[in-house]
């Protein structure tokens, strides 16, 4: 079984300021890591993965995570925030079935 | 990019009627499409597996003569709510994939009255 725990339900960064946002997993196989974003009204978006390889990972829109397998972790970040970085993002994990456990998601607001 | 489509994208219905949501993979074939529910500043659970040609598998906890699922050809899945009750109210969303690459359709708001 794979779950994830999203540290900090709402997170407020100033425009061009650091945005990091904490996820832990729990898997009892390899996990397969996810961020997605979502915008009011809209799906999910995939922002980047992790399945094997590289433990750095970068994504779309200037995001990229870090698998730390020894702190079961795998936080977002973004070196500079942008009022368009807005939105509500989701860490998942899952096993090879691709059948996604997701974390109760963390609301980004940007100050201009 | 490969996208999913899903509509509606908004209903309202009376309580005790049946609202069939459809999810479309539209440049690809989903042998798997999965169906999640969000509540209201919660996060997505998976409410099962639907599968092209055989019988969905449901999560533990969701009733599958409620949210009766039907993946009839490798690139439409369809949800309906039965007897749609006000706690059915949420947001539904699909997911299609190949391999690790999974897209999801931009959801249904769902309102009982």
């Known amino acids: 079984a794979q779950s994830v725990t999203q540290l900090g339900s709402h997170v407020s960064v100033s425009e061009g300021a650091l945005v990091l946002l904490r996820c832990n997993y729990s898997?009892?196989?390899?996990?397969?890591l996810f961020w997605y974003v979502q915008y009011p009204n809209q799906g999910l978006q995939l922002l980047l993965k992790?399945?094997?390889?590289?433990?750095l990972v970068k994504g779309i829109n200037g995001f990229e995570a870090e698998f730390k397998k020894s702190e079961t972790s795998f936080h977002l970040t973004k070196p500079s925030a942008h009022m368009s970085d807005a939105a509500e993002y989701f860490c998942a994990v899952s096993g090879n079935d691709y059948k996604l456990s997701f974390g109760a998601g963390t609301t980004v607001t940007v100050r201009a | 990019g490969a996208v999913v489509s899903q509509h509606p994208s908004r209903v309202i219905c009376k309580s005790g009627t049946s609202v069939k949501i459809e999810c479309r993979s539209l440049d690809f074939q989903a042998t798997t499409m999965f169906w999640y529910r969000q509540f209201p500043k919660q996060s997505l659970m998976l409410m099962a597996t639907?599968?092209?040609?055989?019988?969905?598998?449901?999560e533990q906890g969701v009733e599958k003569d409620k949210f009766l699922i039907n993946h009839a050809s490798l690139t439409l899945s369809t949800l309906t709510v039965t007897s749609a009750h006000p706690e059915d109210s949420s947001f539904y969303i699909c997911?299609?994939?190949?391999?690790?690459?999974?897209?999801f359709g931009s959801g249904t708001q769902l309102s009982v009255l």
């Open positions: 639907s599968n092209e040609g055989s019988k969905a598998t449901y």
């Open positions: 992790y399945t094997t390889g590289a433990t």
């Open positions: 898997s009892s196989v390899p996990p397969y």
């Open positions: 997911s299609a994939g190949l391999a690790e690459k999974l897209f």
